[in-house]
Structure formats: structure tokens, C-alpha cells
């Protein structure tokens, strides 16, 4: 949805910006363009004729304008949402608390080499992300397991939200000293 939408941005930017070149007379040097009117004579004649059809294609334009200004506040406030949930600054401090804890609980079990932890969503509808780096060979059913019966359970209590959704993201863990032979020096 979103490249469509940024195409017919770009679309009507660089129509806008010709339409304005156009006027500052950019494309013939005898000024032609620019001396002309901006509405075709006929639509002029039409627009005089019928008194309603320059105010109701404006609120027609005030509308669209309109719905997308509001489209656009409702994607910022997903976004904002998304990384910061609408909590209260009491509840904030007992799910940062909460989340060193579960992230040494969580980086203790056999074969985790890291974890994030995330409180996301609204305040009615918030929900826990945590994101699991684990060795290759690791079981990760029983660190499922481990986790939802412990760690997480002790997450949910301490923030107060017993009902919490938990959504568990495994990964492989990747070394960051990995072997590079053109870095190596001589």
C-alpha cells in the first residue's frame, strides 16, 4: 500500500512543479505558456455558466485533502504505538524492570545467546514481543516451553496484565566476528 501511495506523491509533485515552472515560464523563452489563462477557455465558459462547479469541486478537494491529512495522523499514530506503547509512566517503570529480568532469565536457558524484549500496542490491546537468538542446535520447543512456563509468566505478573499476548520470535544467532579474508592483514 505504501508504494502506491508514495508513487502518486511523486506523481503529483512533479506535476505541481511543472504546472509552476509552466507559469514562471520555464519551457519557451516568448513567455506563451505563461501569458495564457490557467483554465481552458471552454471550462471557463462551463465554471461561469454554472455557479456551482468551481465551490463544489474546492470541497471536493477540501475532502479528499482532508481524509488523507486524517489517514496520514492515524499511520503516525500506529507507528508511534508500535514503538511505544500508550501506557502509564508507573506501569512504563514496572515493564522495564520487568524486561531485565526476563531478559537474564531468558538469556540463562541452554543454547540463548541473546534476547529483546518489547512492550507494544495500545493501552487497551498491548502485547509483549520477544525476540529469541538461539545456538543452531538448540532445542527450541523446550526453550519455548521454558519460557512461557517462567519467564514470562513472571513478566505478566509483575506489569500487572495477567492476560497479556506474548509473541515469541526465534532466530538463529549469527556471530558478529565472522571470518572475512580480504579484511585480514598482512
Not at 465558459?45 to 495522523?73: H, N, R, T
Not at 524492570?97 to 534476547?115: I, Q
Amino acid at each position: 500500500m505504501r508504494i502506491p501511495i508514495a508513487a502518486t506523491g511523486a506523481v503529483l509533485l512533479l506535476a505541481g512543479a511543472s504546472a509552476l515552472a509552466a507559469g514562471l515560464g520555464a519551457f519557451d523563452a516568448s513567455g506563451a505558456v505563461s501569458s495564457r489563462p490557467l483554465l481552458d477557455p471552454a471550462l471557463r465558459a462551463f465554471a461561469g455558466d454554472a455557479g456551482w462547479f468551481l465551490p463544489a469541486a474546492a470541497g471536493a478537494s477540501e475532502l479528499l485533502a482532508l481524509a488523507g491529512q486524517l489517514w496520514l495522523v492515524m499511520q503516525c499514530r500506529a507507528a508511534v504505538h508500535h514503538w511505544w506503547p500508550d501506557l502509564d509512566p508507573e506501569t512504563r517503570a514496572r515493564a522495564r524492570t520487568a524486561a531485565a529480568d526476563l531478559t537474564l532469565d531468558a538469556r540463562g536457558l541452554p543454547g540463548v545467546h541473546d534476547t529483546r524484549v518489547r512492550l507494544t500496542g495500545t493501552a487497551d490491546r498491548p502485547r509483549l514481543r520477544l525476540t529469541v537468538s538461539c545456538a543452531s542446535d538448540t532445542l527450541v520447543s523446550e526453550v519455548y516451553g521454558e519460557l512461557g512456563a517462567g519467564p514470562v509468566e513472571r513478566y505478566r505478573a509483575a506489569v500487572g496484565m495477567p492476560d497479556l499476548p506474548v509473541v515469541i520470535r526465534f532466530r538463529p544467532a549469527t556471530d558478529r566476528r565472522r571470518h572475512h579474508p580480504h579484511l585480514e592483514t598482512a
